[in-house]
């Protein structure tokens, strides 16, 4: 989210954490250092696809540090809506594209130096299914660490799977905001219903042309921001 941040640090203070452990309560702990250091009270929390669920269990585990949370591109919080999203980005893709996939998945099964690299290529491969119309960018500059994703992402879908994840909302009293592409193959109806039947303060903005990294997308970029300073500004 380095281009989010760099954006809105222009008008107000942002904080980029960065993620470095193997253990989503080592990113816990990880991110409440990082805020702790601020030392300014409870922040507004914005967290964009994976983060957005790390920032939803950071909230419960920590209510007293964050005053609001912003959900960017949320995955779905149960199982059952996410059954189609595989499929849903393969249908996007050209069969060249889709070939590729296949290649690198297999790649992935391996070990071996340049297995970083391997998982960038195949990141930059699914991106093509996750955007509506999108501005020209350029990702090389991220670290790309197959192993801290391996871990984190097994045991956090583990804990969507058990329905652990959605649960958590009912430690969540701070007002939750998401904001999702209608053109994001992470289904925003696995958002907005799982979270609606937990949070007690829960609003959310559907972003129409747009995918899954509305502030890369030309026509929803704008848009994006104008919600984001606005809901970061409200008291």
Avoid at 56 to 64: E, G, K, R
Avoid at 80 to 101: G, P
Avoid at 149 to 164: D, P
Wanted: hydrophobic share 40%.
């Amino acid at each position: 989210m380095a281009g989010v941040a760099d954006y809105l640090s222009q008008r107000i203070g942002v904080v980029e954490s960065f993620q470095t452990r193997l253990t989503i309560n080592e990113l816990i702990l990880e991110l409440k250092r990082d805020i702790e250091d601020c030392g300014s009270g409870p922040v507004c929390l914005v967290g964009y696809s994976w983060g957005a669920w790390l920032s939803y269990i950071f909230t419960a585990s920590y209510p007293d540090l964050v005053r609001k949370l912003i959900l960017v591109g949320s995955g779905p919080f149960e199982q059952e809506y996410a059954k189609d999203l595989w499929a849903i980005r393969l249908a996007r893709l050209n069969e060249q594209d889709r070939q590729r996939v296949r290649e690198l998945e297999a790649d992935l099964e391996k070990s071996g130096p340049d297995m970083n690299e391997i998982l960038r290529q195949y990141g930059n491969i699914l991106v093509k299914s996750d955007v509506f119309n999108p501005l020209p960018c350029d990702d090389n500059e991220v670290k790309v660490d197959l192993n801290i994703f391996q871990y984190i992402w097994k045991e956090a879908s583990e804990l969507r799977l058990s329905g652990e994840l959605l649960k958590l909302g009912s430690k969540i009293v701070c007002p939750v905001i998401a904001i999702h592409g209608l053109h994001d193959p992470h289904p925003y109806s696995g958002v907005i219903q799982p979270l609606s039947a937990v949070l007690q303060d829960f609003r959310y903005h559907l972003l129409e042309h747009c995918g899954h990294t509305p502030w890369k997308e030309r026509m929803a970029k704008d848009h994006f921001y104008r919600l984001l300073f606005a809901e970061l500004s409200e008291k």
